[in-house]
């Protein structure tokens, strides 16, 4: 099993999309481990988005970040999964990202692109391990479809 950090930005919130987002993930099979509605804070945003300090968007990302509630989730399945949940997020500008992927169906602009999604396992991991303790996680729940899910 591996498993993406996903948020839910505060754009995807304010604008009603929690519910049609969250179907697509659950809709294609995915298992969600923690789920929760959060404030994201200055510090929280930084240590996020680390690998960004210094690009000229930085600022304004961390100020979108923190500017309303987000919705976090994890997402796990087997391997292979991170990068398929990045097929169905789209590319980071929501002008460019393909029809029926997350941004090319409900964003125009990069700066307001309503998702987050890890980019790999680690990245994954380290997220998951930034917004979730342990006690919010259930990592290993049966589901009663999963045997018409995978083979
Ligand atoms: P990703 O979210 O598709 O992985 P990254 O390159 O990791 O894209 O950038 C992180 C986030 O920073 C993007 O999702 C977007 O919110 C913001 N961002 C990236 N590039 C720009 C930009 O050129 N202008 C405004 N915001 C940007
Ligand atoms: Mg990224």
């Keep these: 099993m591996e498993r993406a950090l996903i948020i839910l930005k505060p754009d995807a919130v304010q604008r ?3 519910g049609p987002i969250i179907s697509r993930i659950e809709q294609r099979g995915l298992k969600i481990q923690g789920l929760k509605l959060m404030q994201v804070d200055e510090s929280l945003a930084r240590k996020h988005y680390g690998e960004h300090e210094g690009k000229p968007f930085f600022n304004g990302l961390v100020s979108y970040i923190t500017s309303a509630p987000v919705v976090v ?3 796990a399945g087997k391997a292979g999964t991170v990068e398929m949940i990045r ?3 789209g590319a980071t ?3 460019k990202a393909a029809p029926g ?3 090319g169906d409900f964003g125009v ?3 307001r692109n309503l998702i987050h999604a890890s980019d ?3 990245s994954g991991e380290r997220e998951t391990a930034i917004f979730f303790s342990a006690a ?3 990592a290993d729940w049966g589901r009663a479809t999963d045997a018409w899910i995978y083979e």
């Design 73 to 75: 989730l994890v997402v």
């Design 87 to 89: 097929t169905m997020v």
């Design 136 to 138: 919010e996680l259930i």
């Design 93 to 95: 500008n929501p002008a």
């Design 120 to 122: 790999s396992p680690e």
């Design 16 to 18: 009603g999309l929690i």
């Design 101 to 103: 992927t997350i941004r």
């Design 109 to 111: 602009e990069i700066g």
